[in-house]
């Protein structure tokens, strides 16, 4: 009866071991971050159609396409925080979260003031409304910059621990 015992739990003790310790394969990692990216790709092409609509100067255009990016972002926010931890862990989604959250934060924030700015009649449109536009868009640039770096290099670091490649957009790459 002992020795039942003994073996039983060496093969649990076996089995938990062997469970506990398995790498997820690389098929897995990559559905993971197709997933993830998937969400962030979304947010941005959302975002790059909103911006689109700023060299219109058309009130209407400008704050719809800003809500529909609101919208997206806010979609996609869901889905990510949704996402559990990968392998015990989350750098990869805490960075995609703070990704949306970027944008939800601009585009409760700089994105409104800069559409009110471009709808202002050229009447009113002065040095001074122009000066505030370029502040905005520096305050959107370094926020975005900052938090992309972060992303990418999670992204980069999740595919290099999981030995799969990155696939770069280059169609807006200028040389």
Excluded: W
Excluded at 24 to 33: C, G, K, N, R, W
Excluded at 51 to 58: A, D, N, P, Q, S
Aim: net charge negative.
């Amino acid at each position: 009866m002992k020795q039942k015992i003994t073996f039983f739990a060496l093969i649990s003790m076996l089995v938990l071991v062997f469970a506990c310790n398995t790498k997820p394969t690389t098929d897995e990692a990559l559905a993971y971050h197709d997933k993830i990216i998937h969400e962030q790709g979304a947010i941005q092409d959302s975002f790059n159609a909103f911006e689109e609509t700023l060299l219109t100067y058309v009130p209407e255009e400008m704050e719809a396409a800003l809500a529909d990016a609101l919208a997206q972002t806010e979609k996609s926010l869901k889905i990510l925080k949704e996402c559990e931890e990968f392998d015990k862990k989350t750098e990869l989604r805490d960075a995609a979260i703070d990704f949306a959250e970027m944008y939800k934060d601009l585009a409760e924030n700089e994105y409104v003031a800069l559409v009110a700015n471009y709808s202002l009649p050229d009447s009113l449109y002065s040095e001074e409304v122009e000066e505030n536009c370029n502040l905005l868009l520096t305050s959107i640039d370094e926020k975005y910059t900052k938090v992309f770096d972060k992303m990418a290099k999670a992204q980069q670091d999740f595919a290099d621990a999981y030995g799969f490649e990155i696939n770069k957009k280059t169609e807006d790459i200028e040389e």
